[in-house]
């Protein structure tokens, strides 16, 4: 049997001490209340620094919860992706949340607006009828006695003249 000799231990603890490292550190703290797009880059506010956007072969992929607004193809199978239906006429947020989720819309008519929470497996959790809006609504929806896991918030929004609207947002609860 062979033993560690005490030049062989000082020489594993050099290379240990002067050892770059790197990790990350995953934490519930990112929010994404705000950003914008131009024709070249889309940039959110509050946001973790994973965020990235990459398109490769046909696929989309985004990292953490960032919705974006101007991809022609959405990375889910979520045919009414809500920024593409609302652009900035509607925001949900914070995502990711543990408590609480503000729900604002400004429209510019008058129209009915209607909401539904949704978990993974198609339950409705809550539903509510905003009733007629003009120009602003806000609204905050407790979470904090639901369980961890992504939902889903689909808003309509059906205008007094025209056609309506419905929009999907993806909610991560922590």
Known sequence: ???????NIILLFILLLFTKTQGQSLSGYALNMGGGYSSTMEWSIGESVSIAHFISAGY???TG???PIT??????AISEYGPLVF???ITVGPNPTSKLLRIKAIFNEVGSLF????????????SQEAGTIFNGYEKELSLENLPTGAYYMKVYFKPSSGKAKTGIYKIIKL
């Open 1 to 7: 049997m062979r033993f560690i000799s005490k030049h």
């Open 60 to 62: 989309s992929l985004n």
């Open 65 to 67: 919860v960032l919705q």
């Open 71 to 76: 991809t022609s193809s959405t990375p889910t």
């Open 87 to 89: 652009g900035n006429q």
């Open 115 to 126: 909401f539904q929470l949704i978990d993974s497996r198609s339950a409705i959790i809550l």
